[in-house]
């Protein structure tokens, strides 16, 4: 693995299914972010962790939960899908230094039908 | 909460020059980002301005003036790989990112 990978790649749900979005990052990053990206409105922070046993929630936290038990791995779930979260879905890590960008993963297209 | 504004789109010519705005309002400031976004690609980081002033990566170069919440990327000698979404985001007081919604540039032969 090198940087961030995300799983799967796209999915299509049903509402009111469960899913969860996976993201792992090999840079051994303290910093790790969930963003949903809708056309017009740019990305848009979900939750995010500071550091492994840390979570935080963002501008857009409802209808998401994520866990974050080691440094490598953050999961996204939506406990009970909706419509209105058909998005493409972005992690992102970095060293959590002031000065420090952020990576991103390369997405996940979801839609809820 | 944060305020980002840039253009929605811009076009230009190959081997020109093109010049992205960014205001923004922001409860607190600790830096300012500009990613590029390639259609159906993650963002990539292009420059950071925490400081007054021009930084300078070949020929990407950015500008922040922190007292009129304002930044700039110019873009020069495009090229056409350049066509993407250029992504505004800063860093407010709580250390977060908060995006523009991106301005697309299409560059023309």
């Known amino acids: 693995i090198a940087g961030i990978t995300q799983a799967p790649t796209s999915q299509i749900l049903a509402a009111g299914r469960r899913m969860t979005l996976r993201c792992t990052q090999d840079m051994r990053h303290n910093a790790m972010y969930w963003y949903r990206q809708d056309l017009g409105l740019g990305l848009r922070l979900i939750h995010y962790s500071n550091t492994a046993g840390t979570t935080g929630k963002g501008e857009v936290p409802d209808g998401y939960s994520v866990s974050r038990a080691n440094t490598d791995d953050f999961p996204l779930t939506l406990a009970s899908a909706v419509p209105s979260q058909t998005s493409v879905y972005f992690c992102?890590?970095?060293?959590?230094?002031?000065?420090?960008?952020?990576?991103f993963g390369p997405g996940t297209r979801l839609t809820v039908l | 909460g944060q305020n980002i504004d840039q253009p929605t789109e811009m076009t230009a010519t190959e081997g020109a020059i093109v010049q992205i705005n960014c205001t923004y309002q922001t409860s607190g400031f600790n830096g300012l980002f500009w990613y590029q976004q390639h259609a159906g690609e993650a963002p990539t980081f292009l420059s950071y301005n925490v400081l007054d002033g021009l930084e300078e990566k070949g020929r990407f170069s950015s500008f922040l003036s922190r007292s009129k919440g304002y930044s700039y990327l110019l873009l020069k000698e495009l090229q056409m790989k350049d066509s993407a979404s250029y992504l505004c985001a800063v860093r407010g007081g709580d250390y977060k990112l908060s995006f523009g919604a991106g301005t697309t540039v299409t560059v023309r032969a």
């Open positions: 992102a890590s970095s060293s959590g230094t002031s000065s420090s960008e952020q990576f």
